[in-house]
């Protein structure tokens, strides 16, 4: 088997750059990446995550989640991690991939193969950490509320926008002249 290197560079706030290469054997699941890269950064496995797989613009494509989010319906186009080898997904030689950890504190990796190697280690591992990660709980998830909501939109009290669809009571009037 072959191994993957890969660079994992965490997307944040912080001025210096952040990122680990860990070497993964082609035959591991996105499962075994995943836990490998929150070792990598000190973060806890307690939150959702998912991978998707990108192009070179960085565009989200096909999506491996951590669980099966179908609910015993049809199911979804996603892909699960466990279920789900690096090498059914990985096709070009700088594959680009997008991981978000945590979708309300959205930590966002960005994830490139930089290397392929002729031996594949029998546990994925470490090859280089640069840079000092950022507690996982120094983001919280009203950080990232200007993600769904413009900050020049008005919201009420409920988080509703308030919009102007053009329309008066005085365009409803005429509906009483009606009988139903």
Do not use: C
Request: proline share 2%.
């Amino acid at each position: 088997m072959a191994g993957l290197k890969f660079r994992i560079l965490l997307d944040s706030e912080v001025k210096s750059e952040v990122f680990r290469d860990i070497l993964i054997d082609e035959a591991d699941n996105f499962e075994v990446f995943y836990r490998k890269i929150l070792e990598a950064y000190n973060f806890r496995s307690e939150q959702m995550a998912s991978f998707y797989i990108s192009n070179d613009d960085w565009d989200k494509g096909h999506e491996v989640t951590l669980m099966d989010m179908s609910f015993g319906e049809e199911p979804l186009e996603a892909s699960i991690m466990s279920l789900t080898k690096l090498k059914e997904l990985v096709e070009a030689n700088d594959q680009k991939i997008i991981l978000v950890h945590d979708f309300l504190r959205m930590w966002i990796f960005l994830i490139e193969l930089i290397d392929l190697e002729v031996n594949a280690p029998e546990n994925p591992i470490i090859l280089l950490s640069v840079g000092e990660a950022p507690l996982e709980d120094s983001r919280t998830a009203e950080d990232n509320e200007d993600m769904f909501v413009g900050e020049d939109e008005d919201e009420d009290e409920f988080g509703f926008d308030d919009f102007d669809d053009d329309f008066s009571e005085e365009d409803y009037s005429g509906f009483d002249d009606y009988e139903y």
